[in-house]
């Protein structure tokens, strides 16, 4: 079955940087579009950044600038590097992979909190 894992979560100060992992297992990962989403207490679940399976990418407003996502499709994994990090970037951090409309699949999350 498809498996999402993230991993690189943890306590930062503001203006500090992480960086996120996802490995996937159980798809053919080049063939899926990936993203991260994020979800702080009390709000809805956002989109941080996507990358499809050709490569293209793209970033919620508050992130932009700040925020890279990647891919390395040889070891199924998919990265989000974070920099300046805010402490309205404090969420819970999570993997989606999606292929056409039936596949979609979410991992488990990762904390992320910024904090002096």
């Known amino acids: 079955q498809v498996q999402l894992v993230e991993s690189g979560g943890g306590l930062v100060q503001p203006g500090g940087s992480l960086r996120l992992s996802c490995a996937a297992s159980?798809?053919?990962?080049?063939?899926?579009?990936m993203g991260w989403y994020r979800q702080a207490p009390g709000k809805q679940r956002e989109l941080v950044a996507g990358i499809a399976s050709g490569g293209g990418t793209n970033y919620g407003d508050s992130v932009k600038g700040r925020f890279t996502i990647s891919r390395n499709n040889a070891n199924n994994t998919v990265y989000l590097q974070m920099n300046s990090l805010k402490p309205e970037d404090t969420a819970v951090y999570y993997c989606?992979?999606?292929?056409?409309?039936?596949?979609?699949?979410w991992g488990q999350g990762t904390q992320v909190t910024v904090s002096s």
């Open positions: 989606h992979a999606q292929y056409g409309s039936w596949y979609n699949y």
């Open positions: 159980g798809m053919i990962f080049s063939m899926y579009a």
